[in-house]
């Protein structure tokens, strides 16, 4: 009776453990993705930008009417000078959305025309394993804000 309670111990750490590894794996995929996505965002590529989209925000969205909203929210936000991720969480499950493999990335950046900014994406697999955006939010201080 021991070794069966001690097997199944030994079971269950593992699969922990495995399960835990794949979520690690999952997260730095992702961040890749998601740094791709943000250079393309900052070097002007937004078409390449928009093709990384999840095949869900396409279809409600059209690539002319973003890439030009994206275009001015970085004429707004100014050249890129720093960017720093923050924190990042994988979920299974995304109320509305359902089951998948999801990863929440948030980052701490510095624009040149923006003081402070945090920038949100969410990532999603896509039915070929491949780690596509579900969503670009963002909130900000411009420089010219009183910092109280």
């Known amino acids: 009776m021991r070794k069966k309670i001690l097997f199944l111990s030994i079971m269950i750490l593992n699969l922990s453990a495995n399960s835990q590894i794949f979520k690690d794996k999952y997260v730095k995929d992702a961040t890749k993705a998601a740094d791709i996505w943000m ?10 930008a928009y093709n990384q989209y999840s095949d869900q ?24 000078v720093s960017r720093e991720s923050i924190s990042t969480e994988f979920k299974s499950n995304i109320e509305g959305i359902g089951d998948g493999f999801f990863v929440f ?6 624009y040149k025309k ?3 900014c945090t920038e949100y994406l969410i990532l999603g697999q896509d039915d070929s394993m491949k780690w596509k955006i579900l969503r670009y939010d963002y909130s900000y201080r411009n420089k010219d804000q009183d910092l109280d």
């Open 39 to 48: 250079k393309n965002i900052n070097s002007s590529e937004y078409a390449i």
């Open 57 to 80: 925000v396409k279809e409600n969205s059209d690539s002319i009417h973003w890439s030009k909203a994206i275009n001015q929210l970085m004429d707004e936000f100014g050249k890129i």
């Open 105 to 110: 990335i948030e980052y701490k950046s510095i």
């Open 114 to 116: 923006i003081n402070e």
